[in-house]
Every structure is written in C-alpha cells, then in structure tokens.
C-alpha cells in the first residue's frame, strides 16, 4: 500500500514497508506516531505526545485499544477473544476498548465480526485513520480518524460511516467506549428550572425491557445520573438519555475520562431520542455516545465526532455537591 504524503508542500509516496516495518513513523512535530505490538496484536500504531498516549490496532477493527498517560493505567478495557457473541454472521468479539457501529441496534447486523485486519492511514503529523472494509452483509464502511493534540490529553475522533451498497439505508453512528472496570459513568442531568418557570419537559430517559431503576448500582442525583460496576452483579442495566449537555464522564479510582459530543438541536436520535448511553454487566461498562438518524444514499456518508479528555489525581464522591465542586470545572475546562 502507498498513501499520497504532503510535507512542506511537496508530494512523496511512503512505501508499505516503511509503514509496517519501521518502529517510528512520524517525522517531526510533537506528537510520535509508532508501529508497536500490544494487546497480543503485531500491528498496533501508538500516538504519543509525552503526557499521554493513544493506541489503535490495526489486526481488528477498527478498534481503539489504549488511552492512558504515559505509565498510567488504560482507562480502556482490555478484554481479549474469550467472550464471544454468535451469529448467523460469525463470532463477534466484544475485544474491549473503543469501536464504532451504527444503530439502532439488532442481531445479527450490528454484530458482524470484525476480527479481521483493516487499512491505517497517517493523515498529518498527529493522526491516523482507520479504514475496515465494507461490511459485506450491510455495505457499510466503518472509518475512525484518530488525531492526537499537541499538548495536553485531548484526543479528537471522528467517526465516519460511508454507504457503499445500492439502496439507501437509514441509521446513525454510534461510538461506544469499552472502559476498565471498577468505575462509575457519570452523565448530567439538565439544568433544574423551577415548575413555574418551566411547564414543559426537559429531555426523553430511556429504559430498555432489562433496566431496573431499583438495582443497586444506579445513583439518580439532582444533577447527574450515576451507574457503577458490580463485579457481584452479573446481569445487565441501560438507560439512555438525550444528553444536550454534551459531555459525559467516567471515574475510576482517581482517574476521570471525559467525552465531549455535540448535541444537534431539532435532529432525530435513534433509541426514542438518545445520543448518550451507558451499559453494565458485571464489571463491563460501555459508555456510548450517537449522532443523529440520518437516510444515507448510495454512496453517502455521516460523521459523528467524540472529544476525550484524562484527568488523574481526581477525588470526587457521588453526590451533587462533590461532583459540582470537582467535576463541573474539569468539563467546563475540557476544550
């Protein structure tokens, strides 16, 4: 493979073996591009900018595998091929980490396998893109850029799908995020207004058939929903919510992931209106973000972007106060 680079305005082709062979592929700029093997897979590429570092895989996916400071703990989970989800379309793997599928949800179209290996592309000094074939069951094709800043945690993505069949299919993306258990995903409620001041409803919650709001690891606050992991618990709890906050959160010990989103006011969301989710089972937790429904034509694609932040050191308890005096002015930050 050969991928057309531009540097200083001057146009050069990067042979496949320099890509695939050679430890360090970024040439300059602050944030290093390598090729490493991790997560038991030969062909993984590592953005680093010395604070902190994101690893994709390129054997499967496109997955997401890493997202830690450096010498840190993965905020990701690293689940391996022991679970596995049979279909009429083959095994699929939950992996871990962080992939990209389209809703709504169903069996066995959301599950087709993607334990095969896809394209990498480097797109500048400071990302990639991760190219899987078309889907051959759906003709879709699943894109993620993967671009680290400079400085600082932030880490933008962009989830691309393209429609490569011949009939016009409606859905949305759907980013979902495998973390590390032990947590709590953190997601805020909408500002209170008072019932004189305000008669009409603020924003759709969603329950699925399995949601018991009595379980013990949901926390409903004034202004944030929590749900934490109960390895104790193996059985499963969702909600869903239209999140026009934009963000949502994840703590683990003393570590805070944040997700950024943005919310598209008058679009259609898929699952009665949701465009931020969370799932746990056991020690598994997702946190999941949407874009809007769209009918994407032959041909046509639609993107759904995530921003992600890390914060260490994080000392929060689940009640309102705790979380409006830590937590509200790292997300207010998160830009």
């Known amino acids: 493979m050969e991928k057309k680079m531009r540097i200083g305005g001057m146009i050069f082709l990067l042979a496949a073996a320099a890509i695939l062979a050679n430890t360090n592929i970024s040439e300059g700029g602050k944030v290093k591009i390598d090729k490493i093997a991790y997560f038991n897979q030969p062909n993984c590429y590592r953005l680093s900018n010395g604070t902190v570092e994101v690893i994709a895989t390129s054997d499967i996916g496109p997955r997401v595998i890493a997202y830690r400071f450096i010498g840190g703990e993965n905020i990701l989970a690293e689940l391996g091929q022991g679970a596995v989800v049979k279909t009429d379309l083959?095994?699929?793997?939950?992996?871990?980490?962080?992939?990209?599928?389209?809703?709504?949800?169903?069996?066995?179209?959301?599950?087709?396998?993607?334990?095969?290996?896809?394209?990498?592309?480097?797109?500048?000094?400071?990302?990639?893109?991760?190219?899987?074939?078309?889907?051959?069951?759906?003709?879709?094709?699943?894109?993620?850029?993967?671009?680290?800043?400079?400085?600082?945690?932030?880490?933008?993505?962009?989830?691309?799908?393209?429609?490569?069949?011949?009939?016009?299919?409606?859905?949305?993306?759907?980013?979902?995020?495998?973390?590390?258990?032990?947590?709590?995903?953190?997601?805020?409620q909408e500002p209170f207004i008072p019932h004189e001041k305000e008669l009409l409803p603020a924003r759709p919650m969603v329950l699925w058939h399995y949601t018991d709001l009595s379980d013990s690891r949901w926390r409903f606050l004034k202004k944030y929903i929590c749900l934490r992991t109960d390895e104790n618990l193996r059985y499963p709890q969702k909600i869903g919510v239209l999140n026009k906050q934009g963000w949502a959160a994840y703590l683990r010990k003393e570590l805070l992931f944040v997700k950024k989103f943005p919310f598209v006011e008058g679009a259609t969301y898929p699952d009665m209106g949701c465009n931020c989710e969370t799932y746990t089972d056991g020690t598994f937790m997702e946190v999941e973000t949407l874009g809007p429904m769209v009918r994407l034509n032959p041909g046509a694609s639609t993107e759904h972007i995530e921003e992600w932040f890390l914060f260490d050191?994080?000392?929060?308890?689940?009640?309102?106060?705790?979380l409006d005096e830590v937590l509200k002015p790292i997300v207010e930050k998160c830009k």
């Open 313 to 322: 050191g994080i000392k929060a308890e689940l009640t309102d106060a705790s």
């Open 90 to 188: 083959g095994d699929w793997h939950p992996w871990g980490g962080h992939r990209l599928w389209h809703a709504p949800e169903s069996i066995p179209r959301s599950y087709v396998p993607d334990n095969a290996p896809i394209e990498v592309e480097k797109v500048g000094s400071n990302a990639i893109r991760l190219i899987q074939p078309v889907e051959a069951p759906t003709g879709i094709r699943k894109e993620i850029l993967l671009k680290l800043a400079d400085e600082g945690t932030k880490v933008t993505l962009i989830h691309k799908l393209t429609n490569e069949g011949i009939w016009p299919v409606e859905l949305a993306p759907w980013a979902l995020s495998i973390v590390a258990g032990g947590g709590t995903t953190i997601i805020p």
